[in-house]
């Protein structure tokens, strides 16, 4: 994403014509971060400098935009609805990985984000993504170095999409501290989480990698938050995942919630004294919203309850 100051240096378009565009033409839509400021994509500065390039050969400011707004129509995938255009877009991503050509497996990517947005991406495409070239590891037919290759690549992606310390506004009184049990190492589906956490305005602090009980409950003690969520693949030992999450269970208060997800908790028994099992990644997101909604309504009580 590029500030607006940034988008009038790269475009030649200056910072009052593109408020100007958007005001009177419609064009560009930035979004806007945290503080507010326009924040434009990678595709709108190709389009404004196409525009200006039109513009600077005489055409008309409004017939510049049209065009090239209808330019953008035809070669943009997501003029296709989102059920035709995932099949092909995950066919699309595994060809490249398998290919092991990464400038097309990151542009795949990349036009699939835009096309969905982040949640929907998260969601409905890149988690049927690490399923397919999770079974095609397992079969033989990927190596593993492709499957480390995607993860890093999808990882990326998020890094370039999803601010790391977003300030939190709609779910601010909810935070969580997403973490993997040692000895489990793979973290792309908290990551894909995370996305959608701050997508959905939720707090959170990620720590990469595995790592024991006691280190993991004293994060959560000291970024003071509300949900520990952890995810477990399906190569983390059962019997290591269960005595983490109990060892973790007792080093917490118990307003601290603690939730595990993934692969890794069918093996598990159905209930863990005070352990939450998450089925999906819009299950978390659901449900830390109902606890925001909770946490309002308790604070307005108490509030009352001080001013009576």
């Known amino acids: 994403m590029t500030t607006i100051g940034a988008a009038a240096r790269q475009t030649g378009v200056s910072a009052a014509t593109l408020r100007k565009w958007e005001a009177r033409y419609g064009f560009p839509v930035p979004t806007r971060d945290a503080g507010g400021q ?14 200006a390039r039109r513009i ?32 092909d877009a995950a066919a699309q991503a595994l060809h490249w990985l398998e290919q092991n050509n ?4 990151d542009q795949c990517l990349e036009a699939t984000v835009r096309c969905l947005g982040v949640t929907a991406f998260c969601r409905d495409f890149a988690m049927v993504l690490i399923e397919a070239v999770g079974r095609r590891w397992q079969q033989g037919t990927l190596p593993v170095y492709a499957e480390h290759v995607f ?78 969520a952890l995810s477990a693949s399906a190569v983390c030992p059962a019997k ?8 973790l ?41 109902v606890l925001a909604r909770r946490k309002a309504v308790n604070r307005g009580t108490e509030k009352d309850r001080k001013n009576d």
């Open 38 to 51: 326009r924040q434009f994509k990678n595709g709108d500065l190709e389009a404004l400098a196409h525009i």
């Open 249 to 289: 269970r007792s080093l917490l208060p118990l307003h601290v919630a603690v939730w595990v997800g993934g692969a890794g908790t069918g093996r598990l028994p159905t209930q863990l004294p005070g352990v939450e099992m998450i089925t999906s990644l819009d299950d978390g997101v659901e449900r830390l919203k």
């Open 102 to 105: 990464l400038a097309a497996l």
């Open 151 to 228: 993860s890093t690549a999808l990882q990326s992606l998020l890094a370039r999409h999803v601010p790391v310390h977003k300030p939190a506004r709609r779910h601010s009184d909810v935070r969580v501290l997403l973490a993997s049990p040692a000895p489990e190492m793979h973290s792309l589906a908290l990551a894909l989480f995370q996305a959608m956490l701050s997508d959905a305005d939720i707090a959170s602090v990620f720590l990469v990698g595995g790592l024991p009980a006691n280190e993991i409950a004293a994060a959560a003690l000291s970024y003071r938050v509300d949900v520990v």
């Open 240 to 247: 290591v995942l269960q005595c983490e999450l109990l060892r």
């Open 56 to 87: 600077a050969a005489g055409e008309r400011v409004s017939q510049a935009i049209s065009r090239v707004l209808d330019e953008q129509t035809r070669d943009d995938p997501c003029s296709q609805s989102s059920e035709e255009y995932l099949p």
